[in-house]
Each structure stands twice: as C-alpha cells, then as structure tokens.
C-alpha cells in the first residue's frame, strides 16, 4: 500500500529565548520535532543529533518500529560521547512515521519528553496521542494534581524521562491505523503552553494546508508572548491507494524569525532561561 502525505512545518525562538533550541526533521516517512536541554552549547547541539540520526531514515517509503529503535539507541550513543567531563545535555524527542502492517498504512508515533504528537480529523476532533513524561503529568496521573493547576507547578518544565540524561532509552510508542483525511501535528511545548486544546484544534479545522496551519499555530503562540521557542509540525496523510505511484508533496516553511528551509531544521545557541524544559536531576548523568 502506497501513501501520499502533505506537510508544513513552522518554528519560532519566541519572545523570551535568545535563540532557539528546537529542531525538526519533515521528510517522508518521518516527522519529528526535538527540544534540546542543557543552554550554550547543549540544548542546541543535543536536539540537532537527534534529527541527524533520525534523517538517516529519510526517503523510504515506510519505516519499523525496530528501526525507529536502532535511531534512538544510536542518538544515545552520540550524546553520551559528547557530553562528558561535566557537561550536560539531553532533548525531547516526539514524532510519527509511516509504517505498514500486512500492507495496511500505519501512523507510528513515538515520544519521551513533554513535546506532543496530536491526531487530527472531523470525526473525531483533537486527541493527544503521546503522554508527556514529567513530573506534573505523574501528579495528574496519581489524582495529586488537576490538570488546570500543572500551569502555576513550581517543577512544570521538569522532565521525569528525556534523550541522553541517562543510559536508558524508554521511548513509547503507539500503532494508529492511518487513512485519507488523517491530520497529524507535532510540536514542542512551546506551543501548548500558550494555547489551549481547544484553541489548537479550531486552527487545525479552520487551516487546510499543513503549512498555513503550522504557521498559524506558531504566529499566534508567539503573539502571546512565547516564552520558550515554539515548533510544529502538521502532515496529512491525502489518500492510500495501491494504485497510485508514490509521491511526496513537500510543503516546509518556516516562521517569521526562522531562517533556512532545509528539511532538517537546527537553529541557534542559548543560555538556560527561565521556562526552558529542564531534565529531572535524579536522571542526569553525571
């Protein structure tokens, strides 16, 4: 089974990063964002290995979960020999691939950090697939935290799992049956914590094309004052058809104060800041 996707991709700095930190990788069959940790000379470095493992997938038709595996492990392994003698620095990692079962498409979506994959369509509405591996999320999901208080928690930016803390790779995964009229969007925390759920999904129904969307979706979190960088990613799978030959429709852009159009995207070096995505201590390799 041949699919057909469309995509767009946006990524801003914000109001209050020196520079940015995320980066992001768009190209068949993978789409994938990643929020670096660790400020000057970390965070940055951090998030661009694991996009440069990750683009070693690029352009096959499908992927495995067994290769999506083998790049976590990999991007492990780099990071791990570049942060030594004290240094730290570790990123988030969400996406989804296109992979097949029995020649039935399939979205497999992965995640360890806070940044999210969300599914999209008409039925449905917005559902967040991914669940953010933190320390408030643990409170929400022990009954010790309401979700409407995670805003205002002094340890909300804290990760209880995140890529190159420590040697062990807990990655999750899920399997979602794909087809015409899937929306998929991915996206750092930048972007949730400026707009609600609802807020979110009336600007994937009200934007058709991926790349619109994901601009629309950054402009207005950076118009609320962004304060951490902003990234997005939205891909819709057009149609599934054995028949049609296999083609790729590449719709990448970028924000206003983002600059290049490659589809492996690294931008910047920060400080840490206030707000930025930090790793749980107890997890920190030393």
Known sequence: ????????????????????????????????????????????????????????????????ADQIRAVFDRSVARL???????????????????????????????????????RWSDEIGLVQVSVD?????????????????AEQHPERHVLTRALGTNGVVEVDYWMLPASGGDRMMVCTDGLTRELRHDEIAEVLRTNPEPKTAAVALVNEAVRRGARDNVTVVVVDMVFADAEVETEFDQHHTTAQ????????????WDEMLDGATLPRRDLVEE
Not at 96 to 118: E, H, K, M
Not at 135 to 143: A, F, N, P, S, T
């Open 1 to 64: 089974m041949l699919v057909r996707t469309c995509w767009g991709s946006a990524t801003d700095r914000g109001t209050v990063r020196v520079v940015n930190e995320d980066a992001a990788l768009t190209y068949p069959p993978l789409f994938l964002v990643a929020d670096g940790m660790g400020g000057h000379d970390a965070g940055d470095l951090a998030s661009r290995i694991a996009v440069e493992e990750f683009a070693t997938l690029a352009g096959a038709d499908y992927v495995s």
């Open 133 to 149: 591996h933190s320390v408030v999320q643990d409170l929400i999901d022990k009954g010790f935290l309401r979700p409407e208080e």
């Open 257 to 268: 104060r983002a600059a290049g159009t490659s589809p492996v995207s690294s931008r910047g």
């Open 80 to 118: 791990r020999a570049e942060f030594t003698q004290g240094r730290q620095g570790g990123t988030t990692v969400a996406g989804v691939a296109i992979t097949d079962q029995a020649d039935v498409p399939f979205w497999l979506v992965f995640n360890i950090g806070d940044s999210r994959v969300y």
